[in-house]
């Protein structure tokens, strides 16, 4: 593995405009659970709690089982050696974009200036009838569903299962990654579309494409150029570290 993370840290010293696409894997030593795999919110909460019809139908039921869940953990977590990581890459002018599937808001926490939240986020919600944003920290659950002064319902700015990814959202995406010489996958199983997609259109167009995972993905072998097996935060940290000593060098 200090194999790889020697290759790694050479390749992002060597690049000029490298992107980074996350899942929710970066976020677990954060103590937030990612979706798929073993312990994953999939396991407990059935996915149809995601999908917009169902909130549609029943938003109280939808707020209760998972939102008011994701947001108690969300609120609690603070981002890890991944997510300081991927700030201190951008501060070194190698990392442009954080281009993320989470709504945690961690990376700009951290410090990335520049993030797509290609899933939206749980930082802003805002009402079904007048549209009204609200921040998170301000919003009141102890009634549930939580409204708005007009009596609309709130839900969260995140992208649900059936709902589109917001356009600029996407455009941008897909440009930084046809652009990118390389491309940082961190902590996604990669079988969303279409965020899934954005290493491949990076491939396609002669981006190096590393991975850090805990384990195997459907791209590792096919269009990532290597995989380095682990916990993205211990990984990216010596990572970064070594990117700074060969900067230091130079
Ligand atoms: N370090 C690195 N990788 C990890 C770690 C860790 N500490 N823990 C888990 N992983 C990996 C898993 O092996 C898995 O490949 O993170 C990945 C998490 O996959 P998912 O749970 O499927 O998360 P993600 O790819 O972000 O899901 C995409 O699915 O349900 C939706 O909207 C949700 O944005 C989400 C989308």
């Given at each position: ?17 490298a992107v980074a696409l996350t899942g ?73 974009t954080v281009i993320t599937q989470n ?70 995406s897909k440009q930084l990654s046809a ?72």
């Open positions: 593995m200090d194999d790889l993370i020697q290759r790694a840290a050479k390749d992002l010293a060597d690049s000029k405009k929710a894997g970066i976020s677990v030593e954060s103590g937030i659970p990612p979706f798929r795999g073993k312990g994953g919110v999939w396991e407990k909460i059935d996915p149809e709690m995601a999908d917009i019809d169902m909130f549609m139908r029943d938003p109280a039921k939808v707020w209760q089982v998972l939102i008011k869940e994701m947001k108690h953990i969300i609120d609690q977590a603070k981002p890890n050696d991944g997510h300081i990581g991927l700030a201190r890459l951008e501060k070194m002018g190698i990392l442009r709504v945690d808001g961690l990376h700009q926490s951290a410090g990335n200036q520049d993030v797509i939240e290609f899933h939206g986020n749980f930082a802003w919600h805002y009402c079904l009838i007048c549209n009204k944003r609200i921040e998170n920290s301000r919003i009141d659950l102890s009634v549930i569903p939580p409204k708005c002064d007009c009596g609309g319902i709130y839900r969260p700015e995140c992208v649900f299962f059936g709902e589109m990814i917001p356009h600029h959202h996407l455009l941008r652009q990118c010489d390389l491309m940082l996958v961190v902590g996604t199983s990669a079988v969303v579309q279409p965020a899934a997609y954005m290493p491949v259109i990076a491939k396609q167009n002669g981006a190096k494409i590393i991975e850090i995972n805990m384990e195997k993905t459907q791209l590792t072998g096919n269009i990532s150029d290597y995989l380095i097996q682990g916990k993205a935060g211990e990984i990216i940290n010596k990572i970064v570290a070594e990117v700074e000593r060969l900067n230091e060098l130079r």
